[in-house]
């Protein structure tokens, strides 16, 4: 018999989705079955798969061996010889905003460690003492957002199961707001407008479809606002916030209306950008700020409304080429 004591960043999850994350050698049936013949229990009482787990509850595991690794050595090791080169903007207990650039994934591929962003945060916090992967059973600091590999921006990491947990809530009720840099081929009619349409996902192509009306099933709304901040020769400087947030949703909605992004292969016609010298799409995710809705219960995060974080602008690759 094994036991295993809920810690903080345990808490507040279903037994069987704490369990499958924490044995993931066991297969799901034998979890399920394991519940229901009380060979997995909760403070030495029976207990359900959807039972909430709280902080300090012990489990008692009735389990072969097998089931049961000896910690994440491996994990540890790479993580130890990961060369961490992160551009930190904004980093309390809770959270970590940091600069990607063009080019680098968010999270694992085709890649090796370390080479993606959710890899280097993680080392970067393991190397200075904060993130432990041999204490923590079952979360591992994770991307509260992410952006294509391609797009430059500020993208937020929870450093606690709690901050993952608020912060990802927040992002859904579009409490966080998000403004982008662009620069567009043309220059738009307005000067700035609020766009609606309507978006599709093609799984295939990985690509997405905007319809101005009449659209297919299964397409979903979109909202992109926008404003012209300076134009040279064919180029123009946007300021774009979205106010839905779908896959590709800029790109795809600029090119739309005429005005795909420099660089852009995917919606756009970029070989004589690629001439130019742009293979990124002129994508900066470069303003987030925080504005949270006054609930009765204070939260863990509400220290962080109505702050901004930024970078730069004049320090962004493509305007610095094309508007400095």
């Keep these: ?26 297969p799901q049936s034998l979890l399920y ?4 013949l009380k060979k997995i229990k909760v403070n030495r009482h029976r207990a359900t798969p959807s039972q909430i787990l709280l ?4 489990l ?6 097998e089931f049961f690794g000896d910690g994440d050595t491996k994990s540890e090791t790479s993580l130890g010889k990961i060369r961490v080169s992160l551009e930190i903007l904004y980093e309390d207990e809770n959270i970590l905003l940091v600069r990607k650039r063009p080019g680098m994934s968010v999270h694992a591929g085709a890649v090796g460690d370390g080479e993606h962003l959710l890899g280097m945060i993680q080392a970067y916090l393991y190397q200075k003492g904060e993130y432990d992967p041999a204490r923590e059973q079952s979360f591992a600091p ?11 921006g500020i993208v937020i990491a929870a450093k606690t199961a709690e901050a993952l947990r608020v912060m990802d809530e927040k992002i859904r009720a579009r ?9 567009v081929h043309g220059t738009p009619k307005k000067p700035e407008d609020t766009l609606r349409a309507y978006l599709l996902k093609d799984a295939d192509e990985n690509k997405v479809r905007v319809y101005d009306k009449n659209p297919p099933r299964g397409a979903k709304e979109i909202l992109t606002r926008y404003r012209v901040l300076e134009t040279r020769g064919d180029i123009s400087l946007l300021e774009v916030e979205l106010l839905t947030g779908r896959t590709h949703q800029i790109r795809a909605h600029l090119a739309h ?16 950008d690629r001439e130019r ?8 995710a470069y303003r987030l700020r925080f504005a949270f809705h006054k609930d009765e219960t204070p939260g863990p995060l509400d220290y962080l409304d109505g702050k901004e974080i930024s970078i730069a602008p004049d320090t962004v690759y493509f305007v610095k080429e094309l508007f400095s």
């Design 1 to 26: 018999m094994r036991e295993i004591k809920i810690g903080k960043n345990d808490a507040g999850q279903r037994l069987d989705k704490f369990l499958s994350k924490t044995l993931r050698t066991l």
């Design 33 to 36: 079955k394991s519940i229901r």
């Design 55 to 58: 902080e300090g509850d012990l």
């Design 60 to 65: 008692q595991l009735f389990l072969a061996d």
């Design 142 to 152: 994770a991307l509260c957002n992410r952006i294509d590999r391609n797009t430059e």
């Design 175 to 183: 409490e966080v707001k998000k403004f982008y840099l662009a620069a």
């Design 257 to 272: 209306i005429g005005h795909p992004l420099l660089g852009d292969g995917k919606y756009g016609v970029n070989r004589l």
């Design 277 to 284: 010298g742009y293979s990124y799409q002129a994508l900066c």
